[in-house]
Nanobody, 113 residues
């Protein structure tokens, strides 16, 4: 199984970024997928989930600002992040929460005030 996130970068507060995570090694379309993040010196936390049917759920801290989406044709899950805040600074990862594969490559998002 490989999970490779990309699309991170440095933005100012209020800016936007779109992250992508491409998966391989399992049947992507059958899995609920999620985004997670780990800020410096903090535990990894859940951010958002999308089921195989497209139902979504968000952590309260990102609700209304982030949107999770997926392309089963591309084995890719996306995270559109708007109105970014310094507190969103973290390394972002994707995974399948009901399977919890080994964590793959994350992507760093840095939001400056």
């Amino acid at each position: 199984v490989q999970l490779q996130a990309s699309g991170g970068g440095s933005v100012q507060a209020g800016g936007s970024l779109t992250l992508s995570c491409t998966a391989s090694g399992f049947i992507f379309r059958t899995k609920t997928m999620g985004w997670y993040r780990q800020a410096p010196e903090k535990e990894r936390e859940w951010v958002a989930t999308i089921t195989r049917d497209g139902n979504t759920n968000y952590a309260d801290s990102v609700k209304g600002r982030f949107t999770i989406d997926r392309s089963n044709a591309k084995n890719t899950v996306y995270l559109q992040m708007n109105s970014l805040e310094p507190e969103d600074t973290a390394v972002y990862y994707c995974n399948a929460p009901l399977s919890m594969y080994s964590w793959g490559r994350g992507t760093l998002v840095t939001v400056s005030s």
